[in-house]
């Protein structure tokens, strides 16, 4: 088997801003983690400063040999009261896509991963249509800035994921304490209380899409004339959803209210960037747990690094746009096992290029170990270590082997 990746691959790490900058006080997240009965298991605190740091982590990057680094800029920094943007804010990520380019990095920049502005939820937040234009407004803002220095964007992180929690992880109602004192701290009511994560509704549905369409136009209408033209897509959460015999219509309809449809609403757009950690079980009544004798990582997903395999071919076969794996990895404390995840996965991912895929780039998740959102800074899924009491980072095996991949442009 021929282990070459086609030439101009875009190989990278992701990360996202509140899970590496620190101190994003003005977002609905950092609010959340400090109401008393909150449900983050830590404050992102300072997290790994990338705020400050990330001239020397963006040359570790370009160290180990990548040609890309998808980032994302903080809404919640970029326009801190409705409709009043930071110049100071945009020009900091400006600045990061200079430093990139200036390493030889292609950036790959999302403009929506998780968090956003307070006064975005005291609003309605991701339940309010309004939501959709306020996101196009700031999409054309960010590339007014930054967009002739950008390789592509993401505009919304797994648009998706509210959807995947309200079904499968968060049965939590109105009456929660959490609730009701994040909506009290975030000028809501529980009743409407709609950051990002918790719009898991039909509607909550509607409007993240509706802000997807309305900041490609934005970003299309940004961008044009002499400079070519900017890829602009989305990013999807795809386990490899698996039906044990019987639960295929059960999987089925789950896969269609998960995935499918909002595979189908990227239409038009320039590419889907797909998102994969492990797979799901399903059987007549619903989804499974792991099964019996299949190591479980510290997320307790499966370690099942095929499954990106699957998930390409599925988006494929839905959209037949071109793909890039805008995250892919795994959390473990046994850094061995992570080489083997990127091993295996790589693989499939050669094999879904061999097939003639249309494959552009693959981005591990994650260049450091970072906060995890709820679960806080324990699950560690960084190539780079990060310690927190100096934030001094160290470079992990897996990221030692990865770089040699990335360097020959082949699996080594
Ligand atoms: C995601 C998230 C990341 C997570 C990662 C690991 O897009 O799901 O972007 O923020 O940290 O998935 O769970």
Same mark, same amino acid.
């Given at each position: 088997?021929?282990?070459?990746?086609? &030439?101009?691959?875009?190989?990278?790490?992701?990360?996202?801003?509140?899970?590496?900058?620190?101190?994003?006080?003005?977002?609905?997240?950092?609010?959340?983690? @400090? $109401?008393?009965?909150?449900?983050?298991?830590?404050?992102?605190?300072?997290?790994?400063?990338?705020?400050?740091?990330?001239?020397?982590?963006?040359?570790?990057?370009?160290?180990?040999?990548?040609?890309? =680094?998808?980032?994302?800029? /903080?809404?919640?920094?970029?326009?801190?009261? %409705?409709?009043?943007?930071?110049?100071?804010?945009?020009?900091? =990520?400006?600045?990061?896509?200079?430093?990139?380019?200036?390493?030889?990095?292609?950036?790959?920049?999302?403009? @929506?991963?998780?968090?956003?502005?307070?006064?975005?939820?005291?609003?309605?937040?991701? &339940?309010?249509?309004?939501?959709?234009?306020?996101?196009?407004?700031?999409?054309?803002?960010?590339? &007014? @800035?930054?967009?002739?220095?950008?390789?592509?964007?993401?505009?919304?992180?797994?648009?998706?994921?509210?959807?995947?929690?309200?079904?499968?992880?968060?049965?939590?109602?109105?009456? /929660?304490?959490?609730?009701?004192?994040?909506?009290?701290?975030?000028?809501?009511?529980?009743?409407?209380?709609?950051?990002?994560?918790?719009?898991?509704?039909? $509607?909550?549905?509607?409007?993240?899409?509706?802000?997807?369409?309305?900041?490609?136009?934005?970003?299309?209408?940004?961008? @044009?004339?002499?400079?070519?033209?900017?890829?602009?897509?989305?990013?999807?959460?795809?386990?490899?959803?698996?039906?044990?015999?019987?639960?295929?219509?059960?999987?089925?309809?789950?896969?269609?209210?998960?995935?499918?449809?909002?595979?189908?609403?990227?239409? %038009?757009?320039?590419?889907?960037?797909?998102?994969?950690?492990?797979?799901?079980? =399903?059987?007549?009544?619903?989804?499974? %747990?792991?099964?019996?004798?299949?190591?479980?990582?510290?997320?307790?997903?499966?370690?099942?690094?095929?499954?990106?395999?699957?998930?390409?071919?599925?988006?494929?076969?839905?959209?037949?746009?071109?793909?890039?794996?805008?995250?892919?990895?795994?959390?473990?404390?046994?850094?061995?096992?992570?080489?083997?995840?990127?091993?295996?996965?790589?693989?499939?991912?050669?094999?879904?290029?061999?097939?003639?895929?249309?494959?552009?780039?693959?981005?591990?998740?994650?260049?450091?170990?970072?906060? /995890?959102?709820?679960?806080?800074?324990?699950?560690?899924?960084?190539?780079?270590?990060?310690?927190?009491?100096? &934030?001094?980072?160290?470079?992990?095996?897996?990221?030692?082997?990865?770089?040699?991949?990335?360097?020959?442009?082949?699996?080594?």
């Amino acid at each position: 088997m021929n282990n070459e990746f086609p &030439q101009g691959f875009l190989w990278g790490t992701a990360t996202a801003a509140h899970q590496v900058e620190g101190n994003n006080t003005n977002s609905d997240f950092w609010v959340m983690e @400090h $109401v008393p009965d909150t449900v983050f298991t830590d404050p992102s605190g300072d997290a790994i400063d990338h705020y400050h740091r990330y001239p020397e982590d963006i040359a570790l990057l370009a160290g180990l040999g990548f040609n890309s =680094y998808r980032f994302s800029v /903080e809404w919640a920094r970029v326009e801190p009261e %409705d409709g009043r943007f930071s110049t100071a804010a945009l020009d900091h =990520y400006r600045r990061m896509a200079e430093t990139c380019l200036a390493h030889g990095l292609k950036p790959v920049v999302t403009y @929506h991963h998780f968090t956003s502005p307070r006064w975005l939820i005291s609003q309605g937040g991701w &339940q309010n249509m309004e939501t959709a234009a306020k996101f196009g407004r700031y999409a054309q803002k960010v590339t &007014q @800035h930054l967009g002739d220095l950008i390789e592509a964007v993401c505009t919304i992180n797994e648009v998706n994921i509210p959807r995947m929690a309200a079904m499968l992880w968060m049965a939590g109602g109105t009456g /929660e304490p959490f609730t009701r004192q994040a909506a009290q701290a975030l000028h809501t009511t529980p009743q409407q209380f709609a950051p990002f994560m918790f719009a898991g509704t039909a $509607v909550g549905r509607d409007v993240i899409l509706a802000a997807h369409h309305q900041a490609r136009a934005a970003i299309k209408a940004e961008r @044009h004339g002499s400079q070519p033209p900017l890829p602009v897509g989305l990013t999807i959460a795809m386990s490899d959803m698996q039906a044990v015999p019987g639960g295929e219509a059960a999987r089925d309809q789950m896969r269609w209210e998960l995935q499918d449809v909002f595979l189908e609403a990227t239409r %038009d757009d320039d590419f889907v960037g797909v998102q994969t950690y492990s797979r799901e079980r =399903y059987g007549q009544e619903g989804p499974l %747990d792991p099964e019996e004798g299949v190591e479980l990582t510290q997320m307790n997903y499966e370690f099942w690094p095929e499954a990106i395999g699957a998930t390409l071919r599925r988006a494929h076969a839905l959209t037949g746009l071109p793909l890039m794996v805008t995250e892919n990895g795994i959390g473990t404390t046994d850094d061995g096992r992570r080489l083997a995840y990127y091993q295996t996965a790589l693989q499939n991912v050669l094999a879904c290029l061999q097939d003639g895929l249309d494959v552009r780039g693959y981005f591990a998740w994650s260049a450091f170990d970072n906060f /995890e959102w709820m679960l806080g800074y324990r699950p560690t899924f960084g190539l780079i270590a990060v310690d927190r009491s100096t &934030q001094q980072r160290a470079i992990k095996p897996s990221a030692r082997w990865l770089s040699q991949v990335v360097q020959a442009n082949r699996l080594v």
